[in-house]
T-cell receptor, first 115, second 115 residues
Framework: SAVISQKPSRDICQRGTSLTIQCQVD?????MFWYRQQPGQSLTLIAT?????????ESGFVIDKFPISRPNLTFSTLTVSNMSPEDSSIYLC????????????FGEGSWLTVV | AQSVTQPDIHITVSEGASLELRCNYS??????LFWYVQSPGQGLQLLLK??????LVQGIKGFEAEFKRSQSSFNLRKPSVHWSDAAEYFC?????????????FGTGTRLTIIP
């Protein structure tokens, strides 16, 4: 099974700043995704991180606010730009492990609080 | 577009009692269904998944789920709950088996275990 690590695990950020979250997978995964979980709510897909090309964003999410990189098959970053208190959420990285029957694994999440 | 409904926001069960968490989905083709658990302060852990074949799926920690196409349901069950099962449970449906496994999550069911 794939193990997905995220950094930072938690952070408190000032309004107007940006923070980059890193996602590292211990094995090659075909697809990687970024999700957001706002307090007390379910998970919402932000975007699909594509290797070597621009991410594919879901409705309501834009590249200027959530730039994503994926330079190789095991690493991706999500930046939350110009943060406001409404961006206080858990951000989760996920990847599909083809060697485990297409199981979709999640990182433990990055808990961001914007003050 | 696919959707998932978890009708129960919060369930309280006595330790040792049986458990059933409900999940209904909407999807035009054959669904790919998942149950995840999120313990307080933790990320998501996959309990079980259904792609095809036997409609009764066994998962980790003694959980099982049954896919019922006629009812568009994928309910999660456990014959005897333990205090450590207290967590948030999410049902999810995947868009496709290959190439685009974006998940749509339900709103979650919070499980409380009482002695």
């Amino acid at each position: 099974s794939a193990v997905i690590s995220q950094k930072p695990s938690r952070d408190i950020c000032q309004r107007g700043t940006s923070l980059t979250i890193q996602c590292q997978v211990d094995s090659q995964v075909t697809m990687m995704f970024w999700y957001r979980q706002q307090p007390g709510q379910s998970l919402t897909l932000i975007a699909t991180a594509n290797q070597g090309s621009e991410a594919t964003y879901e409705s309501g999410f834009v590249i200027d606010k959530f730039p994503i990189s994926r330079p190789n098959l095991t690493f991706s970053t999500l930046t939350v730009s110009n943060m406001s208190p409404e961006d206080s959420s858990i951000y989760l990285c996920s990847g599909i492990d083809r060697d485990s029957g297409n199981t979709i694994y999640f990182g433990e999440g990055s808990w961001l609080t914007v003050v | 577009a696919q959707s998932v409904t978890q009708p129960d926001i919060h369930i309280t069960v006595s330790e040792g009692a049986s458990l059933e968490l409900r999940c209904n989905y909407s999807y035009g083709a054959t669904p790919y269904l998942f149950w995840y658990v999120q313990s307080p302060g933790q990320g998501l852990q996959l309990l079980l998944k259904y792609f095809s074949g036997d409609t009764l799926v066994q998962g980790i920690k003694g959980f099982e789920a049954e896919f019922k196409r006629s009812q568009s349901s994928f309910n999660l069950r456990k014959p005897s709950v333990h205090w450590s099962d207290a967590a948030e449970y999410f049902c999810a449906v995947g868009a496709s088996f290959f190439g685009n496994e974006k998940l749509t999550f339900g709103t979650g069911t919070r499980l409380t275990i009482i002695p």
